[in-house]
């Protein structure tokens, strides 16, 4: 198993750019979670689907940010305009499918995206 | 207020001593509890968990759970260098969202 895919794992980007975000979820799993982690506010949840069904996007700061889950092996976090408060390291995670009672309590991380913003 | 409280460290140890770590929370109805490692420029990765209140043990790791005091403990016997990371607590209710402390790195020299 090749775990929680990430791409890019470095973006680098001018203030104003769109920047999109892509992730490759554990095949079989049945969650997907977007996080942000900056050294002030920590790891935050942005948004989360089931079934590729957005159910939680109130992490998501602002209209800017935008993610899609297509199918069941793609996501993408988009944001446009881009600004320098943006930069964090951002985190896709999977978790749940018929793996037990904690199935849906354990999340797999990927490596993230390092996002700088100038 | 955040409603999970971690210490950010850093906590330095020699190798071999006990490292102790907890969080305190705010949201009595959290009733599962978490641990989560993350070596630097890495994803966290669950390293043990409980539900409600207890003791949990594996291998070297004790997680701890006091839902009275609202406080969760993660000890490490033995530590090794390998051990150095940060080390993440979370919690979560009934629902599905992880609500995490800030982490504490730590840093076992040999």
């Known amino acids: 198993d090749a775990g929680v895919i990430q791409s890019p794992r470095h973006e680098v980007t001018e203030m104003g750019q769109e920047v999109t975000l892509r992730c490759k979820p554990i095949s079989g799993h049945d969650y997907l979670f977007w996080y942000r982690q900056t050294m002030m506010r920590g790891l935050e949840l942005l948004i989360y689907f089931n079934n590729n069904v957005p159910i939680d996007d109130s992490g998501m700061p602002e209209d800017r940010f935008s993610a899609k889950m297509p199918n069941a092996s793609f996501s993408t976090l988009k944001i446009q305009p881009s600004e320098p408060r943006d930069s964090a390291v951002y985190f896709c995670a999977s978790g749940g499918g018929d793996r037990g009672r904690w199935s849906y309590n354990e999340q797999f991380f990927g490596p993230g995206t390092r996002l700088t913003v100038l | 207020q955040k409603e999970v409280e971690q210490d950010p460290g850093p906590l330095s140890v020699p190798e071999g001593a006990i490292v102790s770590l907890n969080c305190t929370y705010s949201n009595s109805a959290f009733q599962y509890f978490m641990w989560y490692r993350q070596y630097s420029r890495k994803g966290p990765e669950l390293l043990m968990y409980?539900?409600?209140?207890g003791n949990k043990e594996d291998g070297r790791f004790t997680a701890q759970v006091d839902k009275s005091s609202k406080y969760i403990s993660l000890f490490i016997r033995d530590s090794q260098p390998s051990d150095s990371a940060t080390y993440l607590c979370?919690?979560?209710?009934?629902?599905?969202?992880?609500?995490f402390g800030g982490g504490t790195r730590v840093l076992v020299k040999p």
């Open positions: 409980t539900y409600s209140s």
């Open positions: 979370a919690m979560k209710a009934a629902g599905n969202k992880l609500t």
